[in-house]
């Protein structure tokens, strides 16, 4: 005949089941969550992305490094570079790590609990002991469990949706910083040539003064426009420095390797613009900022319902124990312990109202997201059609008038109808309106860069500076 002790023996056995399922689970995934990382920058970038956690790793990086500066960088390069060598990205491949550790933490069994009480005095010649001994079970996190580990699940998903999102921003930044760095050079050459129209233009006005042919207000001009040559090729200088220092920042190298080389001009502009009518739709599926959004508002809702369901009680330990009282000699009284939070003073209404308001708070930035992430496709999609148009107009109108221009001049120079320095003022004009097409061929590339982001997470819409304002400004010496 069973006792009530043997029912309660069966009553604990598929609780001891479930509970060996759970530790069973809890358990690293082989590839640490880093797939879906790679999946990201296949599909999104086709471009490969490695986490070095061992010295192969980081071996073979090296090796795939030094392979891409044997030659001229190309943006292509560039991001392939910088997803395998930059160290801010590797740090933040051990986020996942993190976060699986938590998902793994939570789904394990708690530890238990042991408890000694050792009391004696001395009676009757003799010394009478009272020794407590308890280990106990913190049973109600094993029921709480599978909602814990869920909890710590979404948040490892959310992490591995930022780490896609980092590597997409670090790709667009790599690629803003190429065009720059590139279009600085291209700059820094023109005004190079402009330095030395303007040395050969001031030497010959020098010559010209003391020979008597040439006015004081003349001369004046011409030495004026020389220190304005001076100083833009100055600020050329300083701008190609900085711009190839942001890239090799972002590159992650060091040492020899910032002598890389890059190409001499930027890839030409395309035969026509992207004309995507249903922009925002798509970026509504493919922004990786609003499924993280949708992530931590779910995982709040979660989060929620934990925290209802340890309202009253969030401790509940149970254990077998055993008591002796009395002589050493003598036998342990056996028994077992519970332990847990009498509700007394905090009903736990505080925890509840806490978790709604952040979830509510979570929920209000999705929404956020959301409308900002339509704004923000639309003026990179505005912004790219701008820039196109631009730089078309300087390809198409404004660099072939200017050759028309210095072309029609030089056949007046060769039958003496114009004198060298109207020459030489074409020429300036001539360099301004191909470095305007340079800037206008930059910022095309830069908002390229930015719509491509705007597709898949926020970008960075800085204004870039305007190519028809220097332009102008060249054009009036």
Not at 116 to 122: E, N, T, V
């Amino acid at each position: 005949m069973r006792t009530s002790t043997d029912h309660g023996r069966l009553r604990l056995v598929p609780l001891a089941a479930a509970v060996a399922l759970l530790a069973g689970c809890a358990s690293f995934s082989p590839d640490g969550g880093f797939g879906t990382v790679e999946r990201t920058a296949r599909d999104a970038l086709g471009k490969e992305v490695r986490w070095a956690r061992s010295d192969e790793d980081r071996k073979a990086v090296a090796d795939r490094v030094a392979e891409l500066l044997a030659q001229p960088l190309s943006a292509d390069d560039a991001v392939q570079l910088a997803l395998l060598n930059n160290r801010g990205l590797q740090a933040g491949f051990h986020e996942l790590g993190i976060r699986e550790a938590d998902v793994v933490r939570a789904g394990r069994l708690p530890n238990p609990t042991l408890s000694m009480f050792h009391a004696s005095k001395r009676e009757d010649g003799g010394r009478d002991y009272k020794i407590e001994q308890a280990i106990t079970f913190n049973i109600f996190s094993l029921l709480t469990m599978p909602q814990a580990v869920e909890v710590n699940r979404r948040v490892f998903e959310q992490s591995q949706r930022a780490v896609s999102l980092q590597v997409l921003r670090l790709a667009a930044d790599v690629r803003r910083a190429w065009v720059q760095a590139v279009s600085a050079g291209e700059t820094l050459r023109y005004m190079k040539q402009v330095m030395e129209a303007a040395d050969a233009g001031a030497e010959l006005a020098r010559r010209m003064r003391t020979a008597g042919n040439y006015s004081a207000l003349a001369q004046a001009r011409e030495q004026g426009f020389h220190a304005d040559a001076a100083l833009n090729l100055a600020r050329a200088q300083q701008a190609h420095t900085a711009a190839r220092e942001r890239l090799t920042r972002l590159l992650g190298l060091w040492g020899e390797q910032t002598a890389f080389r890059l190409p001499d001009r930027l890839p030409e502009l395309p035969a026509a613009a992207l004309d995507a009518p249903d922009i925002e739709r798509q970026a509504m599926s493919s922004r990786i900022d609003l499924q993280i959004a949708k992530l931590d508002a779910e995982a709040t809702a979660r989060d929620l319902g934990l925290t209802k369901t340890t309202r009253f009680i969030d401790v509940l330990e149970f254990g077998p124990a055993r008591v002796l009282e009395g002589r050493r000699g003598e036998s342990y009284k056996k028994g077992y312990e519970i332990s847990f939070e009498l509700p007394l003073f905090d009903w736990g209404g505080s925890r509840v109202a806490r978790a709604e308001a952040i979830y509510m708070q979570s929920v209000e930035r999705a929404a956020e997201a959301a409308v900002n992430a339509r704004s923000e496709v639309r003026e990179a999609y505005a912004g790219y059609r701008m820039a196109f148009d631009i730089a078309r107009h300087y390809r198409d109108e404004v660099v072939p008038l200017r050759k028309r221009i210095s072309d029609e001049n030089l056949l007046r120079y060769n039958g003496m109808l114009i004198g060298v320095f109207e020459l030489l003022a074409d020429a300036r004009a001539q360099v301004a309106g191909v470095n305007g097409y340079i800037e206008a061929l930059r910022d095309f590339w830069i908002a390229q860069a930015d719509l491509d982001m705007a597709l898949v997470g926020r970008p960075d819409l800085a204004p870039a500076p305007g190519a028809a304002m220097a332009t102008a400004s060249g054009a009036e010496h």
